[in-house]
């Protein structure tokens, strides 16, 4: 989900942090349901491919309900900060698990039919979106602000574990029976909306000026004119854009390094299990990042922590134009995803504490689109620059971008771009 009276966050109303109990059963969700996208995000491809369609309708699938979500999504953030945030992620999440279901069943029972694989496809992706944009935030309601480092690290490890994991086990089911996988992601779903379900705190948003009408009241219009709100507020906001333009600018250039890696990989004669190597030793280095930011980042401070990571990243790039195969490679990915993890506990706290509770979800959903929409284009940007220049080109390229980012990040940090109401000298995070 990729995903209590509420504190932590600027214009909250006072209260006490939310029980245990219900981050934990946060994290169940958000990490359930990561480990099932990832179970049949694997093997999805290899269904269509194996039923007979193109890659190009496969793409067409994929963009296609990615375009819907990014459309939808800011809706249902709205809806979200209404009220409605527990409705809407427990409801999205019913709705895939019933699609995805469904699939199984007709691939189970030999009787499926291409209309319904399309469109329980593009179903459980839209009501994922939706599901996303609405779990935006959720954290910043049930942990207070000194609290919220580890909480954003440990779902972050909890979605790198499923990287890991989720892969190897789409892989097994599928070699079992083709069906397998998507039982298992809708089962996922199941699990994540139950934890939602159960969770006793109030997720609704006190906003200023007292409690919004209900979800149910207001006119579409209306809420086509308060999806832009978080967008509006990221643009003010000082901490807000500085998270908006590392997030998008790291991921397309990381996305993109990605693909330069695939292509050159390829072009070498090297086949799937060295890919599979690179990407699950990146994928268990990204776990481990996740798990020891909370400590780097107390160590460093915030300020500190954000500008080491982006000038880290620099070199770390530049290696990989240098080529020398699937371990350097593994390597060097590596080292990226064990530094990323630190800056995104950093950029994500900071979000959570300057965002007020009644533009979490429409806030989250803002900053989530713009680091997606640039990693939907990088595929293409990497691929026209690799068709172009070559890879070893391409890559450098790459760093060329992360090192202006770093340079971008540590003036705007310099200028006190981190800083947030009740910070300390030295604060961590």
């Given amino acids: 989900m990729r995903r209590a009276p509420a504190t932590g966050a600027a214009g909250g109303r006072p209260a006490p942090s939310a029980p245990a109990r219900d981050l934990r059963l946060l994290w ?5 349901d990561a480990l099932g996208t990832q179970v049949s995000g694997l093997v999805l491809p290899l269904l269509l491919l194996g039923l007979g369609h193109s890659p190009a309708l496969v ?28 409705r809407v992620m427990v409801r999205s999440a019913a709705v895939s698990a019933a699609a995805l279901g469904s699939l199984a069943a007709a691939l189970a029972l030999d009787v499926l039919h291409p209309a ?33 480092p580890g909480a954003v690290s440990r779902l972050q490890a909890g979605e790198q574990g499923a990287l890991v994991l989720g892969p190897l086990l789409g892989g097994l089911l599928y070699q079992c029976s083709r069906w397998l996988p998507f039982l298992a992601d809708a089962l996922s779903y199941l699990v994540a909306a139950l934890c939602v379900r159960g969770m006793r705190s109030d997720l609704a948003p006190e906003p200023a000026g007292g409690r919004a009408a209900p979800p149910s009241r207001a006119r579409w219009s209306a809420l086509a004119s308060e999806t832009g709100a978080g967008l509006a507020l990221a643009l003010r906001s000082p901490v807000l854009r500085l998270v908006l333009v590392w997030t998008a600018a790291a991921n397309g250039l990381l996305v993109a390094l990605h693909y330069t890696a695939v292509f050159t990989l390829q072009e070498d004669g090297r086949g799937p299990a060295a890919l599979g190597l690179v990407f699950s030793f990146a994928g ?16 460093l401070t915030a300020a500190r922590t ?3 990571v982006s000038w880290l990243l620099v070199p770390a790039a530049a ?41 979490q979800a429409r806030t989250g959903t803002a900053l989530a689109g713009a680091a997606g929409g640039a990693a939907a284009l990088a595929p293409l940007a990497a691929g026209a620059a690799v068709a172009g220049a070559g890879t070893a080109a391409a890559v ?8 202006l980012l770093a340079a971008g990040t540590t003036l705007a940090v310099a200028r006190g771009a981190l800083r947030v109401p009740g910070d300390r000298v030295g604060e961590a995070a």
Avoid at 28 to 32: D, K, L, P
Avoid at 396 to 403: E, I, K, S
């Fill in 28 to 32: 169940w969700a958000n990490s359930t």
């Fill in 59 to 86: 793409g067409a699938v994929a963009g296609v309900s990615t375009a819907l979500g990014l459309l939808l999504g800011p809706f249902a953030a709205v809806l979200a900060d209404r009220g409605a945030r527990r």
């Fill in 116 to 148: 319904h694989l399309f469109a329980a496809v593009l179903v459980e992706r839209v009501a994922t979106s939706c599901q996303e944009a609405a779990s935006r935030g959720t954290v910043a309601l049930l942990c207070p602000p000194e609290g919220l």
């Fill in 284 to 299: 268990a280095a990204g776990l481990a990042g996740a798990l020891a930011a909370p400590a780097a980042v107390r160590r």
């Fill in 306 to 308: 954000l500008v080491a």
């Fill in 319 to 359: 290696g990989l134009a240098a080529g020398g195969g699937p371990w350097l490679y593994g390597l060097l990915f590596g080292a990226v995803s064990l530094l990323v993890p630190a800056a995104v506990v950093v950029l994500h706290t900071r979000a959570l504490r300057v965002t007020p509770p009644a533009l």
């Fill in 396 to 403: 450098a390229g790459c760093a060329a971008l992360l090192g």
